[in-house]
């Protein structure tokens, strides 16, 4: 849904604006259904039914027929039928096209689709729902639409869903990052979901990159798939997010569309220097990790396997050196001594472009008391020619070990500063906790101040048994004295802790 002034042309399947007065807000009429879809055949007459749902107080809502036409986005613009005769809106009838609704109760409006015989294909018709706004004196007026979806496919033998390439390459974005570009054109009578990727290799045929392609429209809605309409282009979008060297490389692009429709294209491009902004080496790493982070649970005398796989970023080989790496020296809850590297020695070379494979066990002794237990393993990569490191990682690793876990927690401090509250905290448990919190500020006459939500610093995903850590939080502007401060810190929605204290809060002069 989205805010607009009432207009011709309106855009998205599902438009809400808003109706604002200075006292206050009125909620408006709904509708039910949003989509109403229909599998017919020439000649075929079909009824349907709209509810309209109350609002809180009496309206005129008015019903009129749009027909969709579909960008270059993927979005959908709405307009009124420029040649009526030739659009399937003249299929439709509503038994009235304007409709009181009372409070108390929904309306129904019914509607009837007349198929000609000489129909096929896909069809979609929009049926603009649209309150009246009652007389604004003052303030701002907007109206609510909801566009109702009216889907008519007429089956007709001999009909297929067709698809082509109208555009493919790749071309700088607004950063100058390179994006792969496709426009897919449906000369079909169908409408159907449309989905690809494509993959970059070098002139070695080693994998570069795989990259999704998504439409404006479904990357807005978190989508892979976009409907596409018949007569209509939609383009699709994928950033290369990997270094590509100056050189030769190979393009294909592979979409899927409808029920068993599909569109592969190959393309040999060639990157000089200067073509596109890439991010630096040192940005994008000589190599990823899969997994980034180990977590499980075991018991006593278990041992886990776990296989690490890298993958180089670069062209170049690289030697790989893999260590464990703990907590700190002489930690309790340290996992170092469990883990054993199953590779002769702990280096390898890694060949640019390619990925390879490294097995670990994680053997937890059989006296190991219950808890959670940390460590790390520290992955490094060097220029095999100079021995210059080129990239860092770190993998953490956490085993949960039994049943008998204690959550408990101790605040160290409070402290008020500079729009800030910050609390640290001592996880005294033996598990890894997840803290959040509220904190409730009230003066010393008891009267409300203010509510701040504390988190984990950003890029912080626990506190450790034995170690302490902060939680931050924004404060309103607090004026010089002594206040009072309820926090409540839960843990997975469970209470770990409660308790109340007096801060101070000093300004500067």
Do not use: C
């Not at 607090?478 to 409540?488: A, D, F, T």
């Amino acid at each position: 849904m989205f805010f607009r002034a009432r207009q011709t042309k309106l855009s998205l399947l599902f438009v809400l604006g808003v109706l604002l007065i200075v006292s206050g807000f009125a909620r408006a009429a709904g509708v039910r259904p949003l989509v109403i879809e229909m599998n017919v055949r020439p000649g075929d007459v079909r009824d349907f039914e709209i509810a309209l749902i109350p609002g809180l107080e009496e309206e005129l809502v008015d019903l009129t027929l749009y027909e969709p036409v579909q960008q270059l986005s993927g979005n959908l613009v709405y307009q009124l039928p420029t040649n009526p005769a030739f659009s399937a809106t003249s299929w439709v009838n509503l038994e009235t096209n304007v409709v009181r609704v009372f409070p108390d109760a929904e309306s129904k409006v019914r509607g009837r689709v007349t198929v000609p015989f000489s129909a096929s294909g896909s069809h979609t018709v929009i049926i603009m729902v649209e309150p009246r706004p009652p007389e604004i004196t003052v303030g701002i007026g907007f109206q609510i639409r909801y566009a109702v979806r009216l889907s008519i496919r007429v089956e007709r033998p001999g009909l297929r869903q067709t698809a082509e390439l109208d555009e493919f390459g790749l071309q700088p974005g607004d950063q100058g990052q390179p994006i792969v570009r496709a426009v897919v054109k449906n000369p079909s009578p169908w409408d159907y979901l449309v989905e690809g990727e494509a993959t970059i290799r070098d002139a070695e045929r080693r994998l570069v990159e795989r990259i999704t392609l998504m439409s404006p429209a479904g990357s807005s809605s978190g989508s892979q798939t976009t409907r596409v309409y018949p007569g209509s282009m939609v383009e699709f979008l994928g950033e290369v997010t990997k270094r590509l060297v100056p050189g030769e490389y190979t393009l294909r692009l592979y979409f899927r569309y409808g029920d068993q429709g599909q569109i592969v294209k190959n393309e040999t491009i060639t990157i000089a220097e200067g073509d596109f902004a890439f991010p630096k080496a040192d940005e994008i790493g000589a190599f990823s990790l899969s997994p980034e982070v180990i977590e499980y649970g075991a018991r006593q005398g278990e041992r886990k396997s776990q296989v690490l796989e890298f993958m180089s970023e670069i062209a170049e080989s690289a030697r790989v050196v893999v260590e464990t790496k703990p907590i700190e020296p002489d930690y309790p809850h340290s996992l170092i001594d469990w883990i054993q590297i199953r590779m002769a020695g702990n280096e390898f070379e890694l060949p640019g472009r390619r990925n390879t494979r490294m097995g670990l066990t994680i053997a937890v002794p059989r006296d190991a008391e219950d808890g959670s237990y940390h460590g790390a393993i520290s992955v490094k990569a060097y220029d095999v020619l100079t021995d210059q490191l080129l990239t860092a990682k770190t993998i953490p690793i956490t085993v949960l070990v039994g049943d008998d876990h204690v959550r408990s927690i101790e605040v160290r401090s409070i402290s008020v500063g500079q729009g800030e509250m910050l609390v640290d905290l001592l996880n005294t448990g033996n598990v890894l906790i997840r803290p959040q919190a509220e904190a409730i500020i009230s003066d010393m006459n008891g009267e409300f101040v203010g509510r701040v939500q504390l988190t984990l610093p950003e890029g912080d995903t626990g506190i450790i048994p034995l170690r302490s850590q902060h939680l931050e939080g924004h404060v309103p502007a607090l004026e010089s004295g002594i206040y009072q401060v309820e926090i409540s810190i839960t843990d997975a929605g469970v209470e770990l802790l409660s308790l109340t204290r007096e801060i101070e809060v000093t300004l500067p002069d």
